[in-house]
């Protein structure tokens, strides 16, 4: 099981978000190439950037994204996604040297659009975010909810060719409450590579989550708040 610690990106600052709402945003470092390093450091293989600014339509961190990946060359992996809607958008990210570009709410939006993506790039550098709160996949910064269940959408992006997904329960995001890894088994009975992403708060529920068969834990608030100690996530995955 891979790691990947978090960098929210906002207005430049690394942030976290609780249950992804804008009004309940924590900074943690006014430096998101900095902390990039620190986890890098610490030997991180991957890191999960966010650009909040895209998510929400007001601006874009690529270019922030892109010395980031620079930095990383040859240590580690760096997905990154938040507001990549387009092929044009997704074709940016690629192209600032990200390894895999997650699409969120224009694949649950568009499925097409996924097809169309694995087409020009290939399945492997990309990933869909599906992000659930009570069972149904919200969209658009998670401020709408789709009316579509978590399953359901995940068959079409499936069908559509995609080969890994990225799972956020919004209920636990931010809220140190534990993983849903029973959601991520559901997906993962797809037949397809499950990141699972919120409510994280202790090594067990990293040992738990490797235990599980995902293919990756995002961390974030935990390593912020020292809840859960990198070094040890990464031998115990």
Excluded: K
């Excluded at 080969?163 to 329960?169: E, G």
């Excluded at 849903?180 to 090594?203: E, K, M, P, Q, Y």
């Amino acid at each position: 099981m891979d790691i990947l610690p978090a960098i929210d990106i906002r207005r430049g600052r690394v942030v976290r978000l609780s249950q992804g709402q804008a009004a309940r945003e924590t900074v943690y470092a006014d430096d998101p190439l900095a902390q990039a390093e620190q986890f890098l450091d610490a030997g991180a293989r991957w890191l999960h950037v966010v650009d909040l600014d895209r998510a929400f339509g007001d601006g874009s961190n690529v270019a922030v994204v892109g010395r980031i990946a620079r930095a990383a060359e040859g240590r580690a992996f760096v997905q990154y996604g938040g507001g990549l809607r387009t092929l044009e958008a997704i074709a940016e990210a690629l192209d600032a040297g990200v390894t895999r570009a997650v699409i969120g709410t224009a694949a649950v939006i568009d499925p097409s659009l996924v097809s169309r993506a694995v087409a020009a790039h290939g399945a492997i550098w990309l990933a869909v975010g599906l992000d659930a709160r009570d069972g149904q996949v919200a969209v658009r910064a998670w401020t709408e909810s789709s009316g579509l269940t978590l399953v359901e959408v995940a068959q079409r992006v499936v069908d559509a060719g995609a080969r890994t997904l990225v799972y956020t329960d919004i209920a636990r995001d931010g809220m140190l409450s534990g993983p849903d890894l029973a959601g991520c088994a559901a997906l993962a009975g797809l037949g397809v590579g499950v990141i699972a992403s919120g409510g994280f708060a202790s090594l067990a529920d990293v040992q738990r989550a490797a235990g599980s068969g995902v293919a990756g834990a995002i961390l974030g608030r935990s390593l912020y708040e020292r809840t859960i100690d990198l070094t040890e996530a990464l031998a115990h995955a």
